[in-house]
């Protein structure tokens, strides 16, 4: 076999992958419709960098807000529900979110690394 029909087959090989990818993405990734036929908009799908320790903080801030709102009382233990819901706000879950996203970002930059090396070994189209 020569180095022509070799790269054929990667290149031919790679296509049919590429297509059976796509084919999976559509058949279980949420493809909903938004406003008619026409538009084919998705809507938008949880964040992936969104875990349950994220949706225990935010569960726990919005516990700490409503106890914080509702309360009718002496001013000491109002302020110190304020201090308790602005700590779990902005503290727990901005720092909990920043490091999730930056951990996606990093996974994602060496995925499209990885995928830049295939491009230019395979010499895919």
């Known amino acids: ?14 296509n049919d992958l590429i297509t059976c990818i796509f084919k999976e993405m559509d058949r ?3 493809k909903l419709y938004g406003y008619g036929s026409k538009s084919q908009k998705r809507f938008r799908v949880k964040k992936p960098y ?5 949706k225990q903080l935010w ?4 516990q700490n807000e409503k106890e914080f709102l509702g309360f009718r009382g002496p001013y000491h233990i109002k302020r110190y529900l304020r201090t308790k819901f602005t700590n779990s706000s902005t503290v727990s879950i901005g ?3 920043k490091q999730n996203e930056r951990t996606i970002k990093i996974f994602a930059m060496k995925l ?3 995928a ?10």
Do not use: K
């Not at 076999?1 to 790679?14: A, D, G, P, T, W």
């Not at 969104?50 to 994220?54: A, H, K, Q, S």
């Not at 569960?59 to 919005?62: A, D, F, G, Y």
């Open 116 to 125: 830049l090396i295939i491009r230019n070994n395979f010499g895919v189209i």
């Open 95 to 97: 720092n909990c979110v």
């Open 28 to 30: 279980y990734l949420p």
């Open 50 to 54: 969104w875990n349950e320790n994220l």
């Open 112 to 114: 499209n690394r990885s």
């Open 59 to 62: 569960v726990t801030m919005c």
């Open 1 to 14: 076999m020569s180095c022509i029909e070799n790269q054929n087959n990667v290149n031919r090989y790679y």
